[in-house]
């Protein structure tokens, strides 16, 4: 079957096997969805590939509990805050899946041509025999995502009857009458519920012999469809508690329960902005360290609701925001090339201050904490780069009347012009060297990062207002 497909764009053309008995010819061996994905897991394990891409910081905990889970066959339910990356984890299992899989043709419930579950189907089997016609599924397709929400149905989750087939002419107790829901038509397949909490008692309820004895009731009718669904979850830790809105039966049908985090590592957390975020104009590699120490600051702060979390699309829509100061900047003043600076990082404050939730004790003090975090955060990474640098030269050429202003509107050609002659004429070269600045704009952001570590640890006074900073 290998030698039939051709890789098109990343994806391999689809198998022309059409029959049943072609498909045995070929030597096709049928498995389980939880055998199918430990095979997967173990084979790429075994070759050095990863199978999480785009997971950074979860390399050493949240990962090796996930694979261990698949290894042993086990539904999943990934606990934490919001804007961990549940759902980015779980979106990630499909790549444990085959790329395509054979399902009887026209099937509703995606059956394997060599186990039918379905009475139309079984028949079809019969009768048909080797000839039965298949389709072929992309792993893409066996992948089905729930938002729970608590206007969710069991008919949404489970199935009902079809009034429209019972008006046909079918016999209102006969299986066909049946409309599957969202649960059966993802037979073998993954099924991933997120915010798990959310999903009203009695759905909660209706997944309970889903889950452990795999049969489907609807109004009355227990029908024994040996379903082979992988179900994965994403929850709040406060939610999933018999305290909270989750019944217990539940969390014991879950053979794992995981913890996830935010990024342990800065370099993970820069890694996660540069990967998610669409950027506008050039944002140097020390303005995402900023922002990701300014996040990291955020969640240590007890000016901050813990509970709720700092997502990590808050430093992404800061980078985003950062990015598009400097794009506008340059759209302004009619300049070629938009690279950004630390004094763009001020116009995010404004937008990233509704997606915190701050304390009851912190009203009217949320803008305070966050200047006073992004400060901290522009400190370190000051202390970071220019560690063992010695920018007195710089100080010295403050003679009282000079005045270097930047800010939102100010070009980086502007900037460099204002700046003084040095003792040291290397300074600014090495100031750049340090950051990697090469181009106008770059070696302009690395100087003014300088000037404010100067302005932070107090040697020099800085002036804002009306859009200017002016360093004295």
Same mark, same amino acid.
């Given at each position: 079957?290998?030698?039939e497909?051709?890789?098109?764009?990343?994806?391999?053309?689809k198998?022309?096997i059409?029959?049943?008995?072609?498909?045995?010819?070929?030597?096709?061996?049928?498995?389980?969805?939880?055998?199918?994905?430990?095979?997967?897991?173990?084979?790429?394990?075994g070759a050095?590939?990863?199978?999480?891409?785009?997971?950074?910081?979860?390399?050493?905990?949240?990962?090796?509990?996930?694979?261990?889970?698949?290894?042993a066959?086990?539904?999943?339910?990934?606990?934490?805050?919001?804007?961990?990356?549940?759902?980015?984890?779980?979106?990630?299992?499909?790549?444990?899946?085959?790329?395509?899989?054979?399902?009887?043709?026209?099937?509703?419930?995606g059956?394997?041509?060599?186990e039918?579950?379905?009475?139309?189907?079984?028949?079809?089997?019969?009768?048909?025999?080797?000839?039965?016609?298949?389709?072929w599924?992309?792993?893409?397709?066996?992948?089905?995502?729930?938002?729970?929400?608590?206007?969710?149905?069991?008919?949404d989750?489970?199935?009902?009857?079809?009034p429209?087939?019972?008006?046909?002419?079918?016999r209102?107790?006969?299986?066909?009458?049946?409309?599957y829901?969202?649960?059966?038509?993802?037979?073998?397949?993954?099924?991933?519920?997120?915010?798990?909490?959310?999903?009203?008692?009695?759905?909660?309820?209706?997944?309970?012999?889903?889950?452990?004895?795999?049969?489907?009731?609807?109004?009355?009718?227990?029908?024994?469809l040996?379903?082979?669904?992988?179900?994965v979850?994403?929850?709040?830790?406060?939610?999933?508690?018999?305290?909270?809105?989750?019944?217990?039966?539940l969390?014991?049908?879950?053979g794992?329960?995981?913890?996830?985090?935010?990024? *342990?590592? %800065?370099?993970?957390?820069?890694? +996660?902005?540069?990967? @998610?975020?669409?950027? &506008?104009?050039?944002?140097? !590699?020390?303005?995402?360290?900023?922002?990701?120490?300014?996040?990291?600051?955020?969640?240590e702060?007890?000016a901050?609701?813990?509970?709720?979390?700092?997502?990590a699309?808050?430093?992404?829509?800061?980078?985003?925001?950062?990015?598009?100061?400097?794009?506008?900047?340059?759209?302004?003043?009619?300049?070629?090339?938009?690279?950004?600076r630390?004094v763009?990082?001020?116009?995010?404050?404004?937008v990233?201050?509704g997606?915190?939730?701050f304390e009851?004790?912190?009203e009217?003090?949320e803008?305070?904490t966050l200047?006073?975090?992004?400060?901290?955060?522009?400190?370190?990474?000051?202390?970071?780069?220019?560690?063992?640098?010695?920018?007195?030269p710089?100080?010295?050429?403050?003679?009282?009347? *000079?005045? %270097?202003?930047?800010?939102?509107? +100010?070009?980086?050609? @502007?900037?460099?012009? &204002?700046?003084p002659?040095? !003792?040291?004429?290397?300074?600014y070269?090495?100031?750049?060297?340090?950051?990697?600045?090469?181009?106008?704009?770059?070696?302009?952001?690395?100087?003014?990062?300088?000037?404010e570590?100067?302005?932070?640890?107090?040697?020099?006074?800085?002036d804002?207002g009306?859009?200017?900073?002016?360093?004295?």
């Amino acid at each position: 079957m290998s030698g039939e497909r051709v890789t098109v764009g990343g994806v391999s053309e689809k198998p022309r096997i059409s029959t049943l008995g072609e498909l045995r010819a070929a030597g096709y061996a049928a498995k389980g969805l939880r055998e199918e994905m430990r095979e997967n897991l173990l084979a790429a394990l075994g070759a050095g590939r990863d199978p999480w891409p785009g997971m950074h910081g979860f390399e050493h905990t949240v990962v090796p509990q996930v694979e261990r889970a698949i290894i042993a066959g086990h539904d999943i339910v990934l606990l934490g805050e919001r804007g961990q990356g549940k759902t980015r984890l779980l979106r990630s299992l499909v790549g444990l899946l085959d790329e395509w899989t054979p399902v009887i043709a026209g099937s509703e419930l995606g059956e394997s041509p060599f186990e039918p579950i379905m009475a139309a189907s079984i028949a079809r089997a019969e009768a048909e025999g080797d000839s039965l016609g298949i389709e072929w599924r992309h792993r893409s397709e066996r992948y089905v995502e729930k938002l729970s929400t608590p206007d969710t149905s069991v008919a949404d989750m489970i199935g009902d009857v079809d009034p429209m087939r019972v008006a046909e002419g079918r016999r209102l107790g006969d299986p066909e009458t049946i409309h599957y829901g969202l649960i059966p038509r993802a037979n073998r397949g993954i099924v991933a519920l997120n915010e798990l909490p959310d999903l009203a008692e009695r759905i909660q309820v209706a997944l309970l012999n889903v889950m452990e004895e795999r049969d489907v009731q609807i109004r009355g009718y227990v029908l024994r469809l040996p379903l082979d669904v992988l179900v994965v979850a994403s929850a709040n830790p406060e939610d999933y508690t018999n305290r909270g809105r989750i019944i217990t039966p539940l969390k014991d049908r879950f053979g794992a329960e995981i913890r996830t985090h935010y990024p *342990l590592e %800065i370099d993970d957390e820069i890694a +996660v902005i540069r990967q @998610e975020a669409e950027l &506008s104009a050039q944002v140097p !590699e020390v303005l995402l360290e900023i922002l990701a120490r300014f996040t990291r600051g955020l969640r240590e702060s007890p000016a901050v609701n813990q509970a709720a979390g700092v997502s990590a699309r808050f430093a992404i829509a800061g980078a985003e925001t950062v990015a598009a100061s400097a794009r506008r900047r340059a759209a302004v003043r009619g300049t070629d090339g938009a690279v950004a600076r630390l004094v763009d990082t001020e116009s995010a404050l404004d937008v990233l201050a509704g997606k915190i939730e701050f304390e009851p004790g912190e009203e009217g003090r949320e803008a305070e904490t966050l200047v006073h975090l992004l400060r901290i955060a522009t400190a370190e990474a000051v202390r970071e780069h220019f560690a063992g640098l010695d920018l007195g030269p710089l100080v010295d050429a403050f003679d009282g009347s *000079l005045l %270097i202003t930047t800010g939102g509107s +100010v070009t980086a050609r @502007e900037f460099l012009d &204002s700046l003084p002659e040095l !003792e040291e004429p290397g300074l600014y070269d090495e100031i750049a060297e340090r950051l990697g600045a090469t181009s106008e704009g770059e070696r302009a952001g690395a100087i003014e990062l300088a000037l404010e570590g100067l302005y932070l640890a107090q040697r020099l006074s800085k002036d804002t207002g009306d859009g200017q900073t002016v360093y004295g």
